[in-house]
């Protein structure tokens, strides 16, 4: 399987729409408002990252979303997370450089790949929105994306399983993996929704994430979007 191939795909969904919109003679935070509120967040809540997000939430956070652009692009944002994290909590210690996805050789980045894709639809399942017509209109869209059946499968076998944050930190064989994994479920779900800020502080309890690194994930996201 090509995972981290259809993880970039996804996360640039509705990317060339958006840099249009910020193209466009009015300012970049009100051409992004126009796209989450207007046709641009429904056109994204089509797609298979926007149903994954679930209508509301992607008119809501889309625009964040999309700003990551590919997997690599994820990967810089939690290598520069716990980068600060190890210069701020392990000045004692030799600094070894993160191996976060964007710094590792192609199989490695693919094991990395599957695990922040698992992580992503995992937190795209807190809410509860995903019923089987909406995982079937996330399938036609993966088809859309990948004629890779075995991938196409995998990803079916990931929507259909029970929300199971123990499961998923369970991926995560690094430190680095566990903060990108985690930077990966914060950027699918609504902070202000009570369901899904539970999973996501029991997935950083499963994932033995520090509170400091947590902390510099949660600023290195919003860095980025802003």
Do not use: C
């Not at 207007?38 to 939430?57: E, I, S």
């Not at 944002?77 to 590792?104: E, G, H, M």
Request: charged fraction near 20%; avoid cysteine; glycine fraction near 8%.
């Amino acid at each position: 399987m090509n995972t981290r191939s259809l993880m970039d795909k996804l996360l640039q969904t509705g990317q060339q729409f958006l840099d249009q919109q910020n193209n466009g003679s009015n300012s970049g935070d009100n051409k992004i408002g126009q796209f989450l509120t207007g046709a641009g967040g429904g056109a994204l809540a089509g797609t298979a990252v926007g149903l994954l997000l679930g209508n509301k939430k992607a008119r809501k956070m889309g625009g964040s979303v999309l700003k990551y652009g590919g997997v690599a692009a994820l990967g810089a944002v939690a290598f520069k997370a716990y980068q600060s994290w190890q210069q701020n909590n392990q000045q004692t210690a030799p600094q070894a450089i993160p191996q976060t996805i964007d710094r590792l050789p192609a199989p490695e980045a693919e094991l990395h790949s599957q695990a922040i894709l698992q992580a992503m639809i995992g937190a795209a399942k807190a809410d509860g929105h995903i019923n089987d017509q909406e995982r079937l209109l996330i399938d036609q869209q993966v088809a859309q994306i990948t004629d890779d059946p075995e991938l196409q499968h995998w990803i079916d076998s990931e929507l259909k399983k029970p929300v199971n944050p123990a499961e998923i930190a369970k991926l995560a064989s690094t430190q680095e993996m566990a903060a990108e994994m985690y930077l990966a479920s914060l950027i699918m779900i609504d902070e202000d929704s009570f369901m899904e800020k539970v999973y996501l502080d029991e997935l950083a309890r499963q994932l033995k994430l520090d509170e400091s690194l947590k902390a510099e994930i949660h600023q290195a996201k919003k860095n980025a979007v802003t």
